[in-house]
């Protein structure tokens, strides 16, 4: 029997998922051996579309496109410095209270040493020994650590370099990249594209919503917590934890640095310190797999298991840089699937359940 060419449309209107695993397995491939370029090319497209607004705004009322998009570029660029600035200045408070912290951290070391000798029975020497050989055997462990902080300041540095350039670059040429995507695809389907890019826009400014509700949530629970443990400060110690968690890895570090060191000096007891830490540990947990994707998942009308796998993807794939892009290009995927009869189920599954997907 000759199947009909109905039959032989809908069967290739559909994905198998064979096909499908093979798409995804080879997306990650590209995504992992190129994210020297799509990282700083994804961050650029982000502020690119966030920016796009505000330029056409100032060429509408006549300012010449080029110093639009300098202007724009510039005051961003301002913002992120202040960030980095704000991190000197958490260094260099540390750095005020470091004779009195290193004073506390032999104090700590001798009443651990008499413990351990009235304890245990160990003597000095035999305590020595024990941390010459652990200091011996994690060598290699803080080389690493010394070496992965080292090399997320130069990617921070080159990051900071390279996006404002191409996020110029964009806003520049981007009638003619709007041009170039439209010639991709048949002339019927130059309205749809168009609602995808103007959706896209409002997506990013919903992801930028949800971000700053992270970091003010964020804020505000990390000075609860401070403040509970009696820190001095709690609000500016807590909003600056926040803010610096901007920076991957390096900013919750160095903010953590200052109240630790307070908090040793005011109360000289070591389990303030280590009530600062798990704070902050704490809230990175909640931030990380409950604030986020709540806060973002929903005013990007995307469910909280799917942005779940999409940070841990990201992160496993990108980093934390990973863990923030991923969240647009789900979304951007949902208004693509939305609008394609193949990919109507992927569209439902992405969704939150908010609203139903027209069927044709």
């Known amino acids: 029997m000759i199947p009909s060419k109905e039959n032989i449309k809908q069967t290739n209107s559909k994905f198998s ?12 491939l590209v995504l992992y051996f190129g994210k020297l370029l799509f990282i700083p090319l994804s961050f650029s497209l982000l502020v690119s579309f966030i920016l796009y ?17 300098c202007t724009v570029l510039f005051s961003v660029f301002i913002l992120t410095l202040s960030i980095f600035y704000l991190l000197f200045l958490q260094l260099n408070e540390f750095s005020k209270e470091w ?16 413990f351990m000798t009235e304890s245990f029975g160990l003597s000095l020497e035999q305590q020595m020994i024990f941390i010459k050989n652990a ?3 994690s060598g290699s462990q803080t080389f690493s650590v010394i070496q992965s902080i080292l090399f997320s300041l130069s990617e921070s540095l080159f990051y900071l370099l390279i996006i404002p350039i191409l996020s110029g670059l964009i806003l520049y040429h981007r009638r003619l990249l709007a041009n170039s995507l439209f010639q991709l695809f048949p002339k019927n389907k130059k309205e749809t594209i168009h609602e995808i890019l103007v959706e896209t826009i409002h997506a990013y400014y919903n992801f930028i919503k949800g971000m700053a509700l992270v970091y003010l949530t964020v804020g505000i629970l990390n000075s609860i917590g401070l403040a509970a443990l009696g820190i001095p400060h709690p609000i500016m110690f807590g909003f600056i934890a926040s803010i ?9 570090l160095i903010s953590s640095l200052l109240p630790v060191a307070i908090s040793w000096i005011t109360y000289n007891s070591i389990w303030y310190p280590l009530g600062v830490i798990l704070v902050f540990t704490f809230v990175q947990i909640l931030e990380a797999y409950i604030i ?22 990201g992160g496993i794939l990108w980093g934390a840089a990973g863990m923030i892009l ?22 439902i599954l992405l969704g939150d359940g908010s609203e139903t997907v027209e069927e044709n």
């Open 99 to 114: 004779g009195n912290f290193k004073l506390k951290i032999i104090e700590t070391f001798d009443q651990l040493s008499f």
């Open 135 to 137: 200091i011996n055997n």
């Open 292 to 313: 986020f994707p709540f806060a973002v998942g929903r005013r990007l009308k995307i469910n909280t298991l799917v942005i779940i796998i999409m940070i841990t993807a």
């Open 326 to 347: 991923f969240i647009p290009f789900v979304s951007i995927l949902k208004l693509i699937a939305e609008r394609s009869e193949s990919l109507k189920t992927l569209a």
């Open 53 to 69: 607004p505000i330029c056409k705004w100032m060429e509408n009322k006549g300012i010449n496109k080029v110093v639009s998009i």
């Open 17 to 28: 998922l064979v096909e499908i695993l093979q798409l995804i397995v080879f997306a990650s």
């Open 244 to 252: 610096l968690t901007f920076i991957p890895y390096v900013g919750i």
